[in-house]
């Protein structure tokens, strides 16, 4: 027991590492974005705790605003949260313990997003299995109260900051996103989708504003996983294929 | 727009866009290879879908980010890049000194 009150602590205490640093600030400029979109503090509280992904709550707010179909920002939205999946295949045979039920599992993943995986995956490394979910709880309830109270006081900070601070506020989102492609992108069709949704978007935001966002992530994606990923291996296949054609020569 | 949409279908809207993809991560445990082909091609849209994102947001600000000129947010989105790898790819400098930057240069204009 005393050890598992152990891990409890040390959740709580990782929600205050760097990552859960950066998500404190990310959850402050998502509230000051709310604000400044003119939605609720309920809707940006509310949000928080029914999505936590900073990302699909922004696109959904922003779609909104604009005036988008609940349909297509909620697709816009989805999209954007597919990286959840593998995130989440990749945690649950690490935190289980070996008598975890399922049913628990998919309760303990409402919480998964990308600063709580890397935090748990950190922790993990040397960590006894039976420790581990208490660790993870308790981590991911620090970042959600916590992030209660950032989403709150960025809202109510839009409309005490001046203008010019406001803006740089509001400006951390895009560089939270833009940084952290930059530097979790491991793989080639990552690195092109990074690359190829950033040029493509450009043109598109001018010419079809509302469409831009499903346009550049479905066409660049594609795009960056057919030469990222697909050519490149059947490219390396036939290479194999060829040479032991040759070896019985 | 904002106010024209009622909470809990806002929120429920939330919910659906992100849990799903938790749900189907637990189902896909020890069932499917994370290296399977549709992951990949699903990283490369969502990675593709947030970097349009971001383009979106420095082109096309909402209101109270775009009272600033456009080169000055293309200008703090290159400074935190810079930082960031001149950092040691630590993300809390890249952010502070893109936001100091940017606070500086516009009370300087």
């Known amino acids: 027991m005393p050890a598992k009150l152990n891990a409890t602590l040390k959740g709580a205490k990782g929600a205050f590492a760097p990552p859960g640093l950066v998500l404190m600030i990310a959850f402050f400029t998502f509230g000051a974005f709310a604000a400044s979109l003119k939605f609720s503090l309920a809707a940006a509280i509310g949000l928080t705790i029914t999505t936590f992904a900073i990302p699909s709550q922004i696109v959904l707010m922003d779609e909104l605003s604009r005036g988008s179909t609940l349909l297509a920002a909620t697709f816009a939205a989805s999209l954007t949260a597919v990286r959840l999946l593998p995130l989440t295949m990749s945690l649950m045979p690490v935190l289980r313990g070996e008598k975890t039920k399922r049913p628990i599992l998919y309760g303990l993943s409402q919480f998964n997003s990308i600063t709580i995986w890397l935090q748990s995956l950190a922790a993990f490394k040397d960590m006894p299995r039976d420790q581990r979910i208490p660790y993870y709880l308790s981590l991911c309830l620090s970042l959600m109260m916590l992030n209660l109270l950032t989403t709150t006081a960025g809202f109510y900070a839009a409309h005490l900051l001046p203008q010019k601070l406001l803006a740089a506020a509001l400006m951390i989102t895009p560089v939270y996103f833009f940084v952290s492609l930059f530097g979790t992108t491991r793989t080639k069709a990552d690195k092109l989708a990074f690359l190829f949704g950033t040029l493509l978007a450009i043109p598109l935001i001018l010419i079809i504003p509302d469409l831009a966002l499903l346009t550049a992530g479905v066409a660049g994606g594609s795009v960056a996983y057919y030469f990222g990923h697909y050519h490149p291996r059947r490219k390396a296949e036939g290479c194999q294929k060829d040479k032991q054609n040759e070896v019985p020569e | ?109």
């Open chain 2, 1 to 109: 727009m904002s106010e024209t949409i009622p909470l809990f279908t806002l929120l429920l809207l939330g919910f659906i866009s992100t849990t799903p993809w938790r749900w189907l991560g637990v189902y896909f445990t020890n069932n499917l290879d994370e290296t399977h082909e549709a992951i990949i091609w699903a990283r490369a849209v969502s990675n593709a879908l947030i970097a349009a994102l971001v383009m979106r947001l420095i082109f096309l600000p909402p209101e109270d980010l775009g009272s600033e000129p456009l080169w000055l947010r293309l200008i703090a989105l290159a400074f935190a890049s810079l930082i960031y790898l001149l950092a040691g790819r630590h993300m809390l400098p890249a952010i502070a000194g893109a936001f100091v930057a940017f606070l500086i240069i516009s009370h300087s204009l």
